[in-house]
């Protein structure tokens, strides 16, 4: 799944270990959820699309299905 949590998170000009704080988890998890080798749990990504202000659509993106068109 792409994000654009990083470029959430620089706007912000927050660390990976201060969004983790703010998440209540991890600064691993962050990292691992901006460099898309973990998807987050639908409770996790409602809390960061909250933190943000932001719908969840707009911040976690599913990867293009090569089988669908564009």
């Known amino acids: 799944m792409n ?3 990083r470029e959430l998170r620089g706007e912000r000009a927050w660390s990976q270990a201060e ?3 703010r998440l ?3 600064r691993q998890t962050v990292n691992a959820i901006e460099t898309g080798k973990y998807d ?3 409770p996790l990504a409602f809390k960061i699309a909250r933190l943000f202000g932001r719908p969840i ?3 976690f993106l599913p990867d293009a299905d090569p089988a669908e068109p564009r």
Request: charged content about 20%; overall charge negative.
């Open 3 to 5: 994000n654009c949590l």
């Open 57 to 59: 659509e707009s911040i």
């Open 40 to 42: 987050p749990s639908l």
């Open 24 to 26: 209540d988890v991890s």
């Open 19 to 21: 969004l983790a704080e």
